[in-house]
């Protein structure tokens, strides 16, 4: 076998071993993305409710203490919003700090095959 058949072949693998790794991504790309509007959607079904039920809940403490202590009432509503943000803010901040890496499935993959190009073993094949 003469250097050009042998360097052909070597592009040949090395092409379809990007192919096959660039599909994975993708498919993995797809999951997410699918998964992502999901929840989105979800995620802005129970915003939109929370919101309306949080409304009534306010007006209807503001209308039963409007007489007696309306004050209190509305500076009660305003610590309760205060103390949700920070709430949310954290938890946001939480998430986003141990959030999973994007195409672990991909990346895991790259990782072997540089290995398998530098010779290591990984599973004693």
Excluded at 10 to 21: C, G, S
């Amino acid at each position: 076998m003469s250097i050009t058949a042998a360097v052909r072949r070597i592009a040949a693998n090395v092409l379809d071993l990007a192919r096959t790794r660039l599909e994975l991504a993708a498919i993995e790309l797809q999951e997410s993305s699918r998964l992502l509007l999901g929840y989105l959607a979800w995620g802005l079904a129970a915003a939109v409710l929370g919101l309306f039920a949080l409304a009534l809940v306010i007006l209807f403490v503001l209308v039963l203490f409007w007489d007696t202590h309306r004050l209190a009432a509305v500076g009660g509503m305003a610590v309760l919003f205060i103390l949700g943000t920070v709430f949310a803010a954290l938890k946001l901040r939480a998430g986003l700090a141990t959030r999973a890496p994007l195409l672990p499935a991909t990346l895991a993959e790259l990782r072997k095959d540089a290995a398998a190009l530098k010779g290591d073993d990984l599973d004693g094949v």
